[in-house]
């Protein structure tokens, strides 16, 4: 294990770190992971590999020492595959220090982040006793995937200082991240949360309401189930399935999703389906609401995303990025 160095909690120290209230992003020099497995090596090296001294908490000695070992195997690919230099990745991990001591690093971070089992009790629990050993600037934030931040932080006093991270596995390398907030969490913690995760050069997407699932697990879900009931009724196996997913609007993902998509169609077409559903346009559950207020939106005649009177230079663009993307999965030696 690699200890925290340790530092006095005299009176003078806790007075002046729980007196202090207000954050801005420049206050945040040292960052909290208290959870070191599948998920929170992984943030723990998003923080430390940009700047901030970091460190990973958890409950025993073996369990920190085979999560630096993950650290270790994840920046030696990520210099292997050249996103970063040896330098940097020895920069990185001289940042992540270790602890078992709940306490310590509670009194040491001014950013906290919760990635422990996801279970409502425990995360309670951790939040709670965050929220008493913290002192009152550090914003404490979940990586929950499922559950609601006004379930977990119930009980806090900072309310208007907690918030919930969603990252996608692996952490470290997927870019995008779910920003949401609780009833409570004020603009200015949301704001930066949001503008940290940019600082580490994540792709934060802001999520307006708290629900179950927030809203990617929920677009992934509908499509997972969709994927299930169909094979499972023999329509396909799951071999073509995967194929058919990932070499067909898969293909088309990392350049636009499922509005970019209905624009670079062609509005008029997707108007025109509105008007009248196919069955094809149909999943597992319907979505009325949803199609009123598209058809609503659709009859404005306006885009969501593309510039209509430069229409043709943005279908050019797609179809370069496609080609490109073409050449190299599809069109290889070994295809």
């Avoid at 799951?238 to 070499?247: D, S, T, V």
């Avoid at 025109?272 to 346009?281: Q, V």
Wanted: net charge neutral; glycine share 6%.
């Amino acid at each position: 294990m690699i200890a925290l160095p340790y530092r006095p909690k005299t009176r003078r120290h806790q007075r002046k770190g729980h007196m202090k209230n207000n954050m801005n992003l420049a206050d945040i020099k040292r960052v909290g992971v208290v959870g070191g497995g599948t998920m929170g090596f992984g943030i723990a090296i998003n923080f430390a590999l940009w700047g901030y001294s970091t460190v990973i908490r958890d409950l025993s000695d073996e369990i920190l020492e085979q999560s630096m070992k993950q650290v270790k195997s994840a920046m030696a690919l990520l210099v292997e595959e050249e996103l970063i230099t040896q330098k940097q990745a020895d920069d990185t991990m001289s940042r992540i220090t270790t602890t078992t001591d709940l306490e310590e690093v509670a009194a040491n971070s001014d950013f906290i982040t919760e990635a422990i089992v996801e279970r409502l009790q425990d995360k309670q629990e951790l939040f709670n006793a965050l929220d008493k050993l913290c002192p009152l600037h550090t914003i404490i934030v979940s990586n929950t995937s499922g559950l609601v931040l006004s379930d977990i932080g119930a009980d806090v006093k900072r309310q208007d200082k907690i918030g919930l991270t969603h990252y996608f596995a692996p952490p470290h390398i997927v870019p995008g991240v779910e920003v949401a907030k609780g009833p409570g969490t004020s603009d200015e913690t949301y704001n930066i949360i949001y503008n940290l995760m940019k600082r580490v050069k994540k792709v934060p997407i802001r999520v307006l309401k708290e629900l179950p699932g927030y809203l990617l697990n929920r677009i992934q879900g509908a499509m997972s189930r969709e994927a299930h009931r169909l094979w499972a009724e023999g329509v396909a196996t799951a071999e073509e399935i995967e194929l058919g997913i990932k070499a067909a609007f898969g293909f088309r993902m990392p350049h636009e999703g499922p509005f970019g998509h209905y624009d670079l169609a062609g509005i008029w077409k997707w108007s025109a389906d509105i008007r009248a559903p196919r069955r094809t346009r149909q999943a597992s559950e319907p979505f009325d609401e949803a199609t009123e207020k598209i058809r609503a939106r659709l009859a404005e005649g306006k885009p969501w995303f593309v510039d209509s009177e430069k229409f043709d230079e943005a279908i050019e663009k797609r179809d370069r990025e496609y080609i490109r993307r073409l050449k190299e999965l599809y069109w290889s030696e070994e295809w």
